[in-house]
């Protein structure tokens, strides 16, 4: 089901909700989590006046519709809670602002006749400003903030919202949430049961949503980014763009109708998100020559036909069609995932990372498919970069002996440099981000042809949107539900007889893409809807191998763009073969694939990797290993399978299928990553294709 038509759900689902969970009731057991006898998040702040007017909102909000219990008694328990606690003074400053806002009369919670408004604003209050990280997790000082200006603190708060944090650099003391100053003096407080921030604002971020901002911005005519969201409305994105979650896959779990073994790891949502890259009004406006505020969606659409962008798009007024020119203009701009600054391009374990430093080592790129018509989009970052880009396609030291690092990168293959985003106010939207950008984006020829000319890699947990915008990605574990149990995934499909698990692999240092991996076992049978290619030519379609474990399974792959008929690639995917041995749970053996380590003679090292390549293998990469330190390419169970090498068309969808070819519930198909290699760099005569 499309976004949209889940949406004309939503109100149903709601009513539906509401009658169900009214006659549940819910409750924290103190007696279970026990209440320490040292002083807590409420007993500091019981014996401060200063916070007494946050005091009473504790007493008086409830932790959710269906409970009796009210965050004080939370704030005495057992837990890992973040407190960012408001004082008396800025409780007040915000009850002014509802006034200026019109939302309330008077600056008073006893003047607030409606019950209901009531009850809303003191929710919006506290449980805005209570972080729960759970019994595994850890309260946060502000030293375990995200680092990355405007980067997003991943557990959400209790109203469900991520929270941004912003450093002033010209004062190193002053940190905002949101854009609240956490007091320079009364911060990092340690209670027994969490850690206490004062806050001098009420942190109260936006519950709208992009669609809301930019319909908002449209009725105002305010400008900053009044073009893009006539574009937006114009090819019929505005309603797409309003989802939050699948309010249906939320009824199925709180009714408990998943009754898998693994149910109880299912995520407990499946919420939607974007990514805005938006040009502003400044830029049009020079390049349009005329205010913003007088642009028209015909004055876009006219400079796009006038300078001949996307040549085989219609030229009609049919702007909501896919194929259509200003549709596939604006949608090259959204990706269908939710990206925080920090995680545009993702760092791990590439060479010479190290996550304590986070310092910036060899050039890394992320690849998205974006919405509309679907073309891959490149998010580029390194260290002489200074910044996160769109399609830039650097010069690179990536020789034998190099570096990976950016040597220089030529006038029109800088790409365009990501924005800092505005989080304040009504700009911090729920279920996206939005991004500013100096330059018109477009996917024309040369981007085809720089993206058509590389080695393309993508991680399998930066394919799926849900894994991004349900914070998996690199952050926690969890199984998904199958194909009949829920649809949870958009492009992949999972089989009845087999199950899905994500595993971030935080801490584990495993020689892996990212340190992440997807796994899945018992019976198998998975579908992916493969990201689309650059530009038509052939291609290789490489599959990482792993093969550290006896219960690596063995799974016939099928590749093709009819999704009902997909034919066999080859002969079986053994994942057991390593480069040197077979490991299976009955005996190891040689695996005669010709796998050697490296020596100093490239010569010889170069006719290895022919010999491999002979029998469809390839070592790992160098780029990535084991901590950021001793590299894939060194360990000789981590290899590359050449799975298909065809003639493909970027207008066409692909599928890759797995199928367990063993009647055993133990063995397991572990996904990492896979690539597209085309013809031009792995059979080129006089630049061999680079080891990293």
């Not at 209670?191 to 911005?217: E, Q, R, W």
């Not at 998996?472 to 199984?479: M, Q, T, V």
């Not at 796994?519 to 049978?525: E, F, M, P, R, S």
């Amino acid at each position: 089901m499309s976004i949209k038509m889940k949406q004309i759900y939503v109100f149903t689902v709601l009513f539906l909700l509401t009658i169900f969970i009214s006659g549940c009731t819910e409750s924290v057991d103190t007696s279970a989590r026990y209440v320490f006898k040292q002083e807590s998040i409420a007993g500091y702040l019981q014996k401060h006046e200063d916070y007494s007017e946050y005091c009473k909102l504790l007493e008086v909000v409830p932790l959710s519709e269906i409970s009796e219990t009210s965050v004080m008694q939370l704030m005495s328990a057992r837990g890992h809670y973040t407190c960012f606690a408001p004082t008396n003074r800025a409780i007040q400053c915000y009850l002014d602002s509802m006034v200026s806002k019109g939302v309330i009369a008077k600056a008073s919670w006893d003047a607030i006749t409606d019950q209901k408004k009531l009850d809303s604003l003191r929710k919006v209050v506290v449980l805005n400003s209570i972080i729960d990280s759970g019994d595994n997790g850890q309260a946060l000082q502000t030293y375990d903030f995200p680092t990355a200006q405007n980067a997003e603190i991943l557990t959400p708060n209790m109203y469900d919202r991520k929270l941004a944090v912003h450093y002033n650099y010209t004062d190193s003391a002053d940190i905002l949430i949101n854009d609240c100053a956490i007091d320079t003096k009364n911060r990092d407080i340690v209670a027994i049961n969490g850690i206490i921030h004062s806050m001098n604002a009420v942190v109260a971020p936006t519950n709208n949503t992009l669609g809301d901002l930019f319909s908002s911005i449209i009725t105002s005519r305010k400008e900053g980014y009044y073009v893009m969201a006539l574009l937006t409305k114009a090819v019929g994105m505005i309603d797409t763009l309003k989802a939050v979650m699948d309010y249906e896959y939320e009824m199925k779990y709180l009714k408990s109708e998943f009754k898998s073994e693994e149910a109880s790891m299912y995520p407990q949502h499946r919420y939607f998100g974007f990514t805005c890259f938006a040009e502003t009004d400044s830029l049009w406006s020079e390049t349009l020559g005329k205010p913003a505020k007088n642009i028209t969606v015909e004055d876009v659409y006219n400079y796009l036909v006038e300078h001949n962008v996307y040549p085989n798009a219609k030229r009609d007024k049919d702007y909501t069609s896919k194929d259509n020119l200003l549709n596939r203009f604006v949608t090259y701009h959204y990706l269908p995932e939710r990206l925080a600054t920090d995680r545009l391009v993702m760092h791990q374990n590439e060479k010479g990372y190290s996550l304590s430093l986070k310092q910036l080592t060899v050039a890394m790129s992320d690849f998205y498919t974006t919405m509309g018509h679907r073309r891959l989009m490149k998010l580029y970052e390194s260290a002489e970069s200074h910044g996160i880009f769109i399609n830039r396609f650097p010069n690179i030291d990536n020789s034998r002996h190099g570096t990976y690092h950016e040597l220089s990168c030529d006038p029109d293959k800088e790409g365009i440099r990501i924005g800092t985003p505005d989080m304040s106010g009504e700009n911090n939207v729920r279920n996206a981000m939005l991004y500013p950008i100096d330059k018109i984006l477009l996917f024309d020829e040369a981007t085809a042809q720089n993206l058509g000319t590389q080695r393309i890699r993508i991680d399998i947990g930066a394919m799926f949107s849900e894994l991004l915008n349900n914070d998996y990605r690199l952050a926690r574990a969890g199984y998904f539900p199958t194909k009949s149990e829920y649809q949870y995934f958009e492009d992949l499909f999972i089989g009845d007889e087999g199950n899905f698990f994500y595993n971030s692999a935080l801490g584990n240092n495993w020689p892996v893409y990212y340190g992440d991996e997807v796994y899945a076992w018992k019976i198998y049978d998975i579908t992916y809807r493969l990201p689309p290619v650059p530009r038509a030519g052939t291609y290789e379609l490489r599959f990482h191998i792993s093969a550290t474990d006896p219960n690596r399974g063995i799974a016939q792959v099928y590749w093709g763009d009819n999704l009902e008929k997909l034919p066999p690639t080859d002969i079986p995917l053994d994942m057991q073969l390593g480069g040197e041995l077979r490991i299976t749970p009955v005996a190891t053996t040689p695996s005669n694939l010709g796998w050697e380590a490296d020596t100093e003679d490239d010569d010889y090292n170069i006719e290895v990797e022919k010999k491999m390549r002979m029998q469809g293998f390839m070592k790992a990469p160098i780029l990535f290993g084991s901590g950021g330190v001793k590299s894939a390419r060194e360990i000789s169970t981590q290899m590359r399978r050449i799975l298909v090498r065809q003639y493909m068309d970027p207008d066409k969808t692909y599928y890759l299928r797995f199928k367990s070819c063993l009647d055993y519930n133990d063995r397991v198909l572990l996904q990492d990553y896979i690539e597209y290699c085309p013809k031009e760099v792995y059979d080129n005569p006089y630049t061999p294709e680079d080891i990293w």
